[in-house]
């Protein structure tokens, strides 16, 4: 197989980079880490949901709440559509389940942070180059 250029390879990270934001565990999926794939999807996931159960979505709040934000907007960019919904203020939560579920969904974003560095560290080390080729974790 040829050796990529430099850009070509610079794109790979990108994409690889992009798809691991937008869906967790999707960049893992593409450098074939199927089974990190699914646990990372299945994890990031349940854990934002958790947060979003325990404190409604009103703890995805832009405007009053917008560190919370920053690290909630790293767990998808689909996070971004639910703090337009909520900016109209009529989704409130109060006490301490908008807290506990701030903290949630913001370590949801964190993680899928830490997973989109694993994913684009593993491309760039050269995983998922060869097509066809199956690696297990």
Same mark, same amino acid.
């Given at each position: 197989?040829? /050796?990529?250029? /430099?850009?070509?390879?610079?794109?790979?990270?990108?994409?690889?980079?992009?798809?691991?934001?937008?869906?967790?565990?999707?960049?893992?999926?593409?450098? /074939?880490?199927? /089974?990190?794939?699914?646990?990372?999807?299945?994890?990031?996931?349940?854990?934002?949901?958790?947060?979003? $159960?325990?404190?409604?979505? !009103?703890?995805?709040?832009p405007v009053g709440a917008?560190?919370?934000?920053?690290?909630?907007?790293?767990?998808?960019p689909a996070v971004g559509?639910? !703090?337009?919904?909520?900016?109209? !203020?009529? $989704?409130?939560?109060?006490g301490k389940p908008a807290?506990? +579920?701030?903290?949630?969904?913001?370590?949801? !974003?964190?993680?899928?942070?830490?997973?989109?560095?694993?994913?684009?560290?593993?491309? $760039?080390?050269?995983?998922?180059?060869?097509? +066809?080729?199956?690696?297990?974790?």
């Open positions: 197989m040829p /050796k990529q250029s /430099k850009i070509d390879h610079g794109i790979f990270l990108l994409v690889v980079a992009v798809l691991a934001w937008t869906v967790p565990g999707a960049g893992h999926l593409v450098i /074939k880490e199927r /089974k990190r794939a699914v646990i990372i999807f299945v994890t990031i996931t349940l854990t934002f949901i958790t947060g979003l $159960y325990i404190g409604s979505v !009103g703890v995805i709040d917008w560190p919370w934000y920053i690290g909630q907007m790293m767990a998808s559509v639910l !703090g337009q919904i909520t900016r109209t !203020g009529h $989704y409130t939560s109060y807290d506990i +579920g701030q903290i949630y969904t913001c370590i949801a !974003g964190l993680l899928n942070l830490l997973c989109v560095i694993s994913a684009v560290y593993m491309a $760039y080390a050269g995983r998922g180059e060869i097509i +066809g080729e199956d690696e297990d974790v």
